[in-house]
């Protein structure tokens, strides 16, 4: 197979999320000749991967799943925020619905990708010994593909059970009567606390920063309510296109200080009552921008979670007087209970500013002021976001540049989906796109919708290279650094900021903008897709 010029594939996809699936969908409606490879055994990308007690998406539905008729049309959810089995069931639908399982290789890793350079052709090779080649090469893979654990001393001598939120095992862990310790109060970390409590022997937390999290608010779904909702779902999906973060709502266009206190408490308080994201997303027009407008919105947040915790100190841990961080500049995750938890007598609070962890041994983990028994050890540390999936599929581009070296200094992509020396790959809901601060389904359909449409355009101008040119590359990656220097998302040390990986270099790594992105993908497209040579 090596001295092939015929590719097996028109184009491989890895990645059976949305935007994976999306794509599928997309380009095998253009007649393309297409196969999917995912390493999991079903498809739902990150439902797959994260079945952890309590796991479920932190964006509502409708504006959580595909706009494609077919699908809405023939799908009914039970919840506002569905859990992982309910998306699972979802994704298994979609690909009934749509026929994509002939096209798909499920169970299936991708162990390394390389650019053929004579052939002008991507050659995979897969876990199980096979090769497969295709003209293009499309990862999927999400942002939150590979699981970040901290580097412990002792972690190898632990003698109970431990694992990363995002590779739960899928015959499940019980944690009736268990000792948990759980590192972590991200949006995971809130989510498995709160199932955890319910029937833990012991659950202590170990929190290095509060999350700021709002609340859910969840509601059951009725089939019947769904067939009157579903009238208006063509405008909200419409819509979801033409905001910064692909919801329906927008932030508003006034200032936070240019209103009264009454106003401006009034529309925090609707926010709030509304639940969701809507208090980060449909908050004021300069609340992520300007530092005293900004402070508003966490003096509101804090003093609505401190009416929900009796012991103070306790409530200047996980609801301090000053802001850990301005408000939003990390994600802030949806809670449905878990202000409440802390009250159980079998939950604690373990403030790792106050004694960092200093090694785990058999039994325990150890801090510099105490020692917490447990049997199950949770890791909630978030992942490698935007580039750890991709550096792990160990691609290589021309001249054998790998994708890790590319992005020694930092992380470059024209678009948000090429990088230069990477000829033929784009890929979808990837680093210096939306992807991050994105609704998913949003972010994955606009930019499948792009990718399809390009490769239409090449095959009927019978292109078979394209490149990103390195003006263009280095334009847009400055364009994503200037658009986060207008906000103060630099001021959190997030996993937006790439600041949760040691020795990943600082910078915003997604675009701050949905309407924003596609805009920039029109244009290039309506001008024969400049910035890539062809
Ligand atoms: P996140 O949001 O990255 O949260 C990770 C959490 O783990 C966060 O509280 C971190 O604290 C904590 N963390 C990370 N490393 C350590 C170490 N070494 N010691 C102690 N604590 C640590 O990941 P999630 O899985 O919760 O959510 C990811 C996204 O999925 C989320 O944003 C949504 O978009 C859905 P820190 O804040 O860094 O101090």
Same mark, same amino acid.
């Given at each position: 197979?090596?001295?092939?010029?015929?590719?097996?594939?028109?184009?491989?996809?890895?990645?059976?999320?949305?935007?994976?699936?999306?794509?599928?969908?997309?380009?095998?409606?253009?007649?393309?000749?297409?196969?999917?490879?995912?390493?999991?055994?079903?498809?739902?990308?990150?439902?797959?991967?994260?079945?952890?007690?309590?796991?479920?998406?932190?964006?509502?539905?409708?504006? &959580?799943? /595909?706009?494609?008729?077919?699908?809405?049309?023939?799908?009914?959810?039970?919840? =506002?925020?569905?859990?992982?089995?309910?998306?699972?069931?979802? /994704?298994?639908?979609?690909?009934?619905?749509?026929?994509?399982?002939?096209?798909?290789?499920?169970?299936?890793?991708?162990?390394?990708?390389?650019?053929?350079?004579?052939?002008?052709?991507?050659?995979?090779?897969?876990?199980?010994?096979?090769?497969?080649?295709?003209?293009?090469?499309?990862?999927?893979?999400?942002?939150?593909? !590979?699981?970040?654990?901290?580097?412990?001393?002792? *972690?190898?001598?632990?003698?109970?059970?431990?694992?990363?939120?995002?590779?739960?095992?899928? $015959?499940?862990?019980?944690?009736?009567?268990?000792?948990?310790?759980?590192?972590?109060?991200?949006?995971?970390?809130? @989510?498995?606390?709160?199932?955890?409590? !319910?029937?833990?022997?012991?659950?202590?937390?170990?929190?290095?920063?509060?999350?700021?999290?709002?609340?859910?608010?969840? $509601?059951?779904?009725?089939?019947?309510? %769904?067939?009157?909702?579903?009238?208006?779902?063509?405008?909200?999906?419409?819509?979801?296109? %033409?905001?910064?973060?692909? #919801?329906?709502?927008?932030?508003?266009?006034?200032?936070?200080?240019?209103?009264?206190?009454?106003?401006?408490?009034?529309?925090?308080?609707?926010?709030?009552?509304?639940?969701?994201?809507?208090?980060? &997303?449909?908050?004021?027009?300069?609340? +992520?921008?300007?530092?005293?407008?900004? =402070?508003?919105?966490?003096?509101?947040?804090?003093?609505?979670?401190?009416?929900?915790?009796?012991?103070?100190?306790?409530?200047?841990?996980?609801?301090?007087?000053?802001?850990?961080?301005?408000?939003?500049? !990390?994600?802030?995750?949806?809670? %449905?209970?878990?202000?409440?938890? /802390?009250?159980?007598?079998?939950?604690?609070?373990?403030?790792?500013?106050?004694?960092?962890?200093?090694?785990?041994?058999?039994? =325990?983990?150890?801090?510099?002021?105490?020692?917490?028994?447990?049997? *199950?050890?949770?890791?909630?540390?978030?992942?490698?976001?935007? =580039?750890?999936?991709?550096?792990?599929?160990?691609?290589?581009?021309?001249?054998?540049?790998?994708?890790?070296?590319?992005?020694?200094?930092?992380?470059?992509?024209?678009?948000?989906?090429?990088?230069?020396?990477?000829?033929?790959?784009?890929?979808?809901?990837?680093?210096?796109?939306?992807?991050?601060?994105?609704?998913?389904?949003?972010?994955?359909?606009?930019?499948?919708?792009?990718?399809?449409?390009?490769?239409?355009?090449?095959?009927?101008?019978?292109?078979?290279? #394209?490149?990103?040119?390195?003006?263009?590359?280095?334009?847009?990656?400055?364009?994503?650094?200037?658009?986060?220097?207008?906000? +103060?998302?630099?001021?959190?040390?997030?996993?937006?900021?790439?600041?949760?990986?040691?020795?990943?270099?600082? @910078?915003?790594?997604?675009?701050?903008?949905?309407?924003?992105?596609?805009?920039?993908?029109?244009?290039?497209? %309506?001008?024969?897709?400049?910035?890539?040579?062809?």
């Amino acid at each position: 197979m090596s001295g092939k010029t015929t590719p097996d594939y028109d184009a491989v996809i890895v990645g059976a999320g949305f935007s994976g699936i999306y794509l599928l969908h997309k380009l095998r409606e253009a007649g393309f000749n297409i196969l999917l490879v995912d390493a999991a055994a079903q498809p739902g990308g990150i439902w797959y991967w994260n079945r952890y007690p309590g796991a479920r998406v932190d964006s509502q539905v409708p504006l &959580y799943e /595909f706009s494609l008729p077919d699908i809405w049309q023939t799908w009914s959810w039970t919840e =506002r925020f569905p859990g992982w089995e309910e998306l699972r069931t979802y /994704f298994r639908h979609v690909c009934d619905t749509l026929d994509l399982w002939p096209h798909m290789r499920l169970g299936t890793r991708v162990e390394s990708a390389r650019f053929a350079e004579k052939a002008s052709l991507w050659r995979l090779h897969l876990d199980g010994g096979d090769t497969v080649t295709a003209r293009f090469l499309l990862p999927a893979l999400g942002f939150a593909s !590979k699981p970040y654990v901290p580097d412990i001393p002792g *972690l190898d001598t632990f003698a109970g059970e431990w694992c990363h939120t995002a590779r739960w095992p899928q $015959e499940g862990i019980d944690l009736a009567g268990r000792k948990i310790c759980l590192i972590g109060t991200g949006a995971s970390g809130v @989510q498995v606390a709160q199932e955890a409590a !319910k029937s833990a022997d012991r659950l202590t937390l170990f929190q290095r920063t509060p999350i700021l999290a709002l609340p859910m608010r969840q $509601e059951t779904m009725t089939e019947e309510g %769904q067939v009157c909702e579903k009238q208006g779902y063509p405008a909200i999906f419409e819509q979801r296109k %033409q905001t910064s973060g692909g #919801f329906e709502y927008q932030s508003l266009e006034k200032s936070a200080l240019e209103v009264s206190d009454e106003e401006r408490t009034a529309h925090f308080e609707h926010l709030w009552q509304r639940g969701g994201l809507k208090f980060w &997303y449909h908050n004021f027009a300069d609340m +992520l921008t300007n530092r005293e407008a900004n =402070r508003y919105a966490y003096d509101f947040w804090r003093d609505k979670v401190r009416e929900r915790i009796v012991d103070p100190a306790l409530a200047e841990k996980l609801a301090p007087a000053e802001p850990p961080h301005p408000f939003g500049t !990390k994600r802030p995750s949806l809670e %449905q209970n878990y202000y409440e938890i /802390f009250a159980q007598e079998n939950v604690a609070l373990v403030d790792l500013k106050e004694t960092p962890i200093v090694r785990i041994s058999a039994d =325990r983990i150890e801090t510099q002021d105490g020692a917490f028994d447990c049997d *199950l050890i949770v890791f909630a540390t978030g992942f490698d976001a935007g =580039r750890g999936g991709l550096i792990d599929m160990n691609i290589t581009g021309l001249g054998g540049l790998g994708l890790a070296q590319a992005w020694n200094d930092g992380l470059r992509a024209y678009l948000g989906m090429s990088v230069t020396g990477f000829p033929n790959m784009l890929f979808s809901y990837g680093p210096l796109s939306p992807s991050g601060f994105a609704n998913g389904p949003t972010s994955a359909e606009i930019q499948g919708d792009w990718i399809c449409d390009f490769l239409i355009w090449l095959r009927q101008g019978g292109i078979k290279l #394209f490149d990103a040119e390195p003006q263009a590359e280095t334009t847009w990656t400055e364009i994503v650094a200037q658009a986060g220097a207008m906000t +103060l998302f630099p001021e959190a040390d997030s996993w937006y900021m790439g600041a949760n990986i040691p020795s990943k270099k600082r @910078q915003l790594i997604n675009f701050p903008s949905v309407v924003g992105y596609a805009a920039v993908c029109d244009d290039v497209a %309506q001008n024969a897709y400049r910035g890539f040579a062809t």
